[in-house]
């Protein structure tokens, strides 16, 4: 469910993780959506308490979509995203760390299996609040990268 008051004012989008306040100010527009997820562009970023530094790229559209994200740095200090030439020109940035990075999180079956995607973050240009999911083709990194100490894929 979306309340709407105005363009300007605070929105509501009801989640199963709680109603996240919004307003048009930090939609972030996703022009190719995030891959599986193709057809939702407009997303807002937001975090719950007890659960940083886990964030939530939430869709608009479908607020039902809700993916957790966390920045790359705090699992793997040295983490280097590269993209091809022109891979980033769609969003306005001519080099991922001139954007913000994010990783998607899973958690499997239960706590003890969180992972990041370290092979396809999702890199957002906060000036002009637009993102993309990129695939890093040419990389060792994980798909399913551990978290948390002691954890398994």
Same mark, same amino acid.
């Given at each position: ?5 105005? =363009? ?8 199963? !993780? ?8 930090? !939609?972030?527009? *996703? ?5 599986? *997820? ?9 975090? +719950? ?5 886990? +964030? ?10 809700? =993916?957790? &994200? ?11 995203? *590269? ?5 980033? +020109?769609? !969003? /306005? ?5 001139? /954007? ?23 890199? &957002? ?7 993309? +999911? ?12 551990? &978290? =948390? ?5």
């Amino acid at each position: 469910m979306v309340e709407t008051t105005s =363009l300007t004012e605070k929105k509501v989008i009801s989640t199963p !993780i709680g109603n996240v306040t919004y307003t048009d100010q930090e !939609i972030l527009l *996703f022009p190719e959506g995030i891959i599986g *997820f193709e057809d939702k562009s407009k997303f807002v970023i937001c975090s +719950q308490k007890g659960l940083e530094p886990i +964030q939530w790229l939430i869709s608009v559209d479908d607020a039902s979509l809700q =993916l957790p &994200i966390i920045d790359p740095f705090l699992i793997k200090k040295d983490y280097k995203a *590269f993209t091809s030439n022109g891979e980033l +020109q769609s !969003i /306005g940035l001519e080099e991922v760390m001139k /954007g913000k990075l994010y990783v998607i999180v899973t958690v499997g079956r239960d706590v003890n299996h969180v992972t990041a995607n370290l092979r396809g973050p999702v890199v &957002i240009n906060t000036k002009r609040k637009l993102g993309k +999911q990129i695939i890093l083709s040419e990389s060792s990194y994980s798909l399913k990268q551990p &978290i =948390l100490a002691g954890s398994q894929n």
